[in-house]
C-alpha cells in the first residue's frame, strides 16, 4: 500500500517532534517531515508541499498562528491541525477560526492524533482533487470550445467528460446548431483515444454504395472499377474514434452492415470473405426523432439500441438563455479580431435583442447573426438594427411561419373570403414579430418593414395589436 | 441596530447583557428557555444569538446548531462559565463567531458584538 500522504510536524521541542514523528510513521504509514520553526517550515513547504501539518501554537519567533495564516494563503487546500497546551482555549478558537482544520491538546494519546492525522490527509486529498476537477472541467470548457456557465451546459460537459474515459458507444443528440460535432471532438480528445485522429463520416452527404465502400472498404475486383484494395474508414478509425454524423440517414442497408460492427467488432470488406476485428469506438450524432424514423421503417431498432448505449443530449440555446451574453460577448471578440474590426461593443438594447430572440438554430444562428453584425456595422456600438437583415427578417421567422394552405378548410370559404382571413392572419403575425423584434418600438419596427410610422400604427389599430405589450 | 436574542439559564445574566446591549442601540430579545428561544427565532428575524452552554434542557452547541439551520447568516457567540476545547471545537465548527468565556467585562462584550455583526 502507498503511504496515504505526507506529514510535516512543526514543534520546537525535539521529544515531541521525534514521539510524533515515530507514532505517525509506524501506525499511520505516512511519510514524515520535521521541521523545528515555523520559518523552516515555510521553506520546507514551497520546496516539498506536504498533505498536511501538525504544527504546535507555541513557538519562538513565528506562532503557530502567523504561520497558519501563511499556510492558508499559499495552499488553501493544505489541512493544518494545531496542537496547544492547556488553557490556550482562546488561541484554539483563534486558530479555528483561522481556518486551521482540528486542535489537539498536549498531552494526547496516539489513537486521539492518529485520527485527526487520518481525517486530516482525506481532507486535502479530497480538497485537492476537486479543484483538480474543477480546472479540468473549466480548461475542458475552453479548450474544447464550449462556452457558458448555466447549469445546463455544466452538466453536459460533466457527462462528456465522465462519458469520455470509456469504450461505450454515445449517441449525440440535439437541435440543430447546438454542437453536436464540437461535443463528439470533446469526447475524442478527452478520451484515451484522444492522441490519434478521430474519423468523421457525414453519413448524408455519401450515396448509399459509396458510403458502404468508404466505412466498410473493399478488395480489388470486389466491383467494376475496384482495381485495388481499399481499407475503409472502420479499419482507419482503427485504436481511434469514428463519428458517424446525421447517423439517422444511413440507408437501411447499411444500418445491417453497421450494426454488425458495432455487435461482432468485425468488418467484413466488400469482396473478401474474411473479417478484420477493429478496436473502434463509435459516436453518433443526430437532431432527428429517431424514435419516429423507427415507428416508420427508416431505421432499424436494433441498431438504435446499440447506438444508444449512452445519450448525451445537447442543450439548446432557449434552456441556456442565461449563456447568452456571455456567448455573445465570446463571438464578438472572436469575430471582431477575425475581422479584423477593432473594438466593437454591443449596445444595450441589441445585447437585450440577442437574449429575447428565439434562437431556432441555437449557437450557430447566434455565432452567425454577430458574425455579420460584426462585418456590417458602422460601430463602435453594434445597434439592434444591426443584427437582422434588412430584406426577409432573421431566419427563424422564415421556418416558424406555418404553410398556410394546411388548413384545408381555407378551401371551401369563398375566395375573398379565403383571401381576407388569410392577410390578416399573415398581417398581424407579420406586425407581432417585427414588433417583437424591435421590442415594442414602433418607429425601428416600421423602418424594418419598410413603412411610415403612421401606416403601420394604422396597420396596429387595425389589427388590434397593441405596441405597448411587446416592450420590456 | 441589531436584532439580539440572548439565551442563559440564568435570567439576571440575560438581563445584564440585554441591558448594556440596548445601550449601544440594539434591540435584544432575552430568553432562559431554550424552546421559546428557537421558537422566537423561527419567526423572527435574528442577527446574533448570544448563547450560553449550559442550560437547562440542551447544550448551547445544540441551540446554535438548530439556530444555524434555520438561518445560515446568522452571527453567533457562544458565552460560557466552563470552557472547554470540546464544546469550542464544535461551536467554531458549527458556525459560530466567537467563543467567550465568562465573566466577561463590558467593554469586551461591547467590542465582541460589534466585531461580529461587522462581519
Known amino acids: 500500500m502507498s503511504a496515504p500522504g505526507t506529514v510535516l510536524i512543526v514543534d520546537d521541542e525535539r521529544d515531541m517532534r521525534n514521539l510524533l514523528a515515530k507514532v505517525l510513521a509506524k501506525k499511520a504509514n505516512c511519510e514524515v ?14 520546496l516539498e508541499p506536504p498533505d498536511a501539518v501538525l504544527t504546535d501554537i507555541k513557538m519562538p519567533g513565528m506562532d503557530g498562528l502567523s504561520f497558519l495564516q501563511h499556510l492558508q494563503s499559499i495552499d488553501p487546500s493544505l489541512t493544518t491541525i494545531v496542537m496547544t497546551g492547556y488553557g490556550t482555549i482562546e488561541m484554539a478558537v483563534q486558530a479555528l477560526k483561522e481556518g486551521a482544520y482540528d486542535f489537539v491538546e498536549k498531552p494526547f494519546d496516539n489513537e486521539r492524533i492518529l485520527r485527526t492525522v487520518r481525517r486530516a490527509l482525506e481532507r486535502t486529498k479530497l480538497l485537492r482533487e476537486n479543484v483538480q476537477l ?43 446548431g447546438t454542437g453536436k460535432e464540437l461535443a ?66 444511413i440507408p437501411v442497408s447499411v444500418q445491417t452492415k453497421l450494426l454488425r460492427v458495432l455487435q461482432e467488432k468485425e468488418v467484413q470488406p466488400l469482396g473478401q470473405n474474411k473479417t478484420f476485428g477493429v478496436n473502434v469506438r463509435v459516436i453518433a450524432s443526430t437532431n432527428q426523432d429517431l424514435e419516429a424514423k423507427i415507428r416508420q421503417g427508416q431505421f432499424r431498432e436494433d441498431l438504435f439500441y446499440r447506438l444508444n448505449v449512452m445519450t448525451v443530449t445537447m442543450p439548446s440555446l432557449s434552456t441556456m438563455v442565461s449563456d447568452i451574453p ?25 445585447l437585450q435583442e440577442l437574449v429575447r430572440h428565439h434562437w431556432q438554430g441555437n449557437v450557430r444562428q447566434l455565432q452567425n447573426v454577430i ?32 404553410c398556410p394552405f394546411a388548413e384545408q378548410e381555407l378551401f371551401e370559404l369563398p375566395y375573398k373570403k379565403a383571401k381576407n382571413r388569410l392577410v390578416e392572419e399573415f398581417s398581424s403575425r407579420y406586425l407581432s414579430e417585427a414588433l417583437e423584434a424591435a421590442a415594442g418600438n414602433v418607429t425601428v419596427a416600421a423602418r424594418r418593414c419598410g413603412m411610415e410610422r403612421q401606416a403601420f400604427q394604422r396597420l396596429l389599430r387595425k389589427f388590434h395589436i397593441d405596441a405597448g405589450s411587446f416592450r420590456g | 441596530m441589531a436584532e439580539i436574542l440572548i439565551l442563559d439559564d440564568v435570567l439576571d445574566a440575560t438581563v445584564l447583557v440585554g441591558k448594556i446591549l440596548k445601550k449601544k442601540g440594539h434591540i435584544p430579545h432575552t430568553f432562559t ?37 434555520q438561518n445560515a447568516n446568522m452571527r453567533a457567540i457562544m458565552l460560557t462559565g466552563y470552557p472547554t476545547m470540546e464544546t469550542a471545537r464544535e461551536a467554531i465548527g458549527l458556525g459560530a463567531d466567537e467563543y467567550c468565556v465568562k465573566p466577561i467585562d463590558r467593554a469586551e462584550l461591547e467590542e465582541k458584538v460589534e466585531q461580529v455583526l461587522a462581519l
Open chain 1, 33 to 46: 517531515m520535521t521541521c523545528n520553526s515555523a520559518e523552516e517550515a515555510l521553506e520546507q513547504v514551497q
Open chain 1, 134 to 176: 474543477q480546472h479540468q472541467l473549466c480548461d475542458q470548457g475552453v479548450r474544447h470550445g464550449f462556452v457558458g456557465r448555466s447549469n445546463r451546459l455544466t452538466r453536459t460537459l460533466e457527462l462528456l467528460h465522465r462519458v469520455a474515459q470509456s469504450n461505450v458507444t454515445v449517441l449525440i443528440r440535439g437541435e440543430s
Open chain 1, 184 to 249: 463528439a471532438k470533446a469526447l475524442h480528445a478527452m478520451s484515451p483515444r484522444g492522441k490519434r485522429d478521430m474519423i468523421t463520416v457525414n453519413c448524408p452527404a455519401l450515396p448509399e454504395h459509396i458510403l458502404e465502400s468508404e466505412l466498410f472498404g473493399y478488395r480489388k475486383g470486389a466491383f467494376t472499377g475496384a482495381d485495388r484494395d481499399k481499407k475503409g474508414l472502420f479499419v482507419e478509425a482503427d485504436g481511434s474514434t469514428l463519428l458517424l454524423d446525421e447517423v439517422a440517414d
Open chain 1, 326 to 350: 456571455l456567448l455573445s460577448q465570446h463571438f464578438l471578440d472572436r469575430f471582431c479580431e477575425e475581422h479584423d474590426r477593432g473594438e466593437l461593443e454591443f449596445s444595450e438594447k441589441a
Open chain 1, 371 to 402: 458574425s455579420r453584425a460584426v462585418l456590417l456595422s458602422p460601430g463602435p456600438f453594434i445597434e439592434v438594427d444591426d443584427l437582422w437583415e434588412e430584406e426577409g427578417g432573421d431566419l427563424s421567422m422564415d421556418e416558424s411561419v406555418p
Open chain 2, 33 to 69: 428557555e431554550e424552546d421559546e428561544a428557537i421558537a422566537y427565532a423561527r419567526s423572527h428575524p435574528i442577527d446574533l444569538a448570544i448563547l450560553d452552554i449550559k442550560l437547562k434542557k440542551m447544550s448551547g452547541i445544540e441551540v446554535l446548531a438548530m439556530l444555524k439551520e
